[in-house]
């Protein structure tokens, strides 16, 4: 688990690993926006993605999404369970890409990064990150096999 300070307002703590039921939610996301064989790879690659730490007002920016109020009854939900020490499940992402105009998509998780900004917006959240898959970062990495990492934070 992994713990975060919050200047006076609490502890967010996070799970190792997203929760079971994260995956079909973002499997049913992605059905959405993707065809089905193509938001099923991609929840594949969520599965076996290592984590990554991105700021809660980072992920919100990539993605275009406005903040939803803490009186929303989902983030209001997931700070009520940061209130009473109860484990966050990390978030599963799909990187947007800047020169083709893609944004991140925030497959399962979205009331989770709402909820710690609310706490502080440069709260730290574990995630796990696919590749959309017509971005140049998706055709690199197929083109040296796979082995792109990011190393930058």
Do not use: F
């Given at each position: 688990?992994?713990?975060?300070?919050?200047?006076?307002?609490?502890?967010v703590t996070w799970k190792a690993e997203p929760d079971a039921?994260?995956?079909?939610?973002?499997?049913?996301?992605?059905?959405?926006?993707?065809?089905?064989?193509?938001?099923?790879?991609?929840?594949?690659?969520?599965?076996?993605?290592?984590?990554?730490?991105?700021?809660?007002?980072?992920?919100?920016?990539?993605?275009?999404?406005?903040?939803?109020?803490?009186?929303?009854?989902h983030v209001a939900a997931d700070l009520a369970k940061v209130?009473?020490?109860?484990?966050?499940?990390?978030?599963?992402?799909?990187?947007?890409?800047?020169?083709?105009?893609?944004?991140?998509?925030?497959?399962?998780?979205?009331?989770?990064?709402?909820?710690?900004?609310?706490?502080?917006?440069?709260?730290?959240?574990?995630?796990?990150?696919?590749?959309?898959?017509g971005s140049r970062v998706s055709a690199l990495a197929a083109?040296?096999?796979?082995?792109?990492?990011?190393?930058?934070?």
């Amino acid at each position: 688990m992994t713990i975060r300070e919050h200047n006076g307002v609490g502890k967010v703590t996070w799970k190792a690993e997203p929760d079971a039921h994260d995956y079909p939610a973002a499997a049913s996301y992605l059905s959405l926006i993707a065809p089905g064989a193509q938001a099923g790879d991609l929840v594949g690659q969520l599965q076996t993605a290592s984590l990554e730490h991105y700021k809660a007002k980072d992920m919100l920016r990539a993605s275009g999404l406005p903040l939803l109020p803490p009186d929303n009854p989902h983030v209001a939900a997931d700070l009520a369970k940061v209130k009473n020490n109860k484990a966050l499940s990390p978030v599963l992402l799909i990187r947007g890409d800047l020169t083709l105009g893609i944004a991140l998509q925030i497959a399962d998780g979205y009331h989770r990064v709402c909820a710690s900004y609310h706490l502080d917006e440069n709260t730290d959240i574990p995630c796990r990150i696919a590749d959309h898959p017509g971005s140049r970062v998706s055709a690199l990495a197929a083109a040296v096999g796979g082995d792109l990492v990011n190393d930058s934070r």
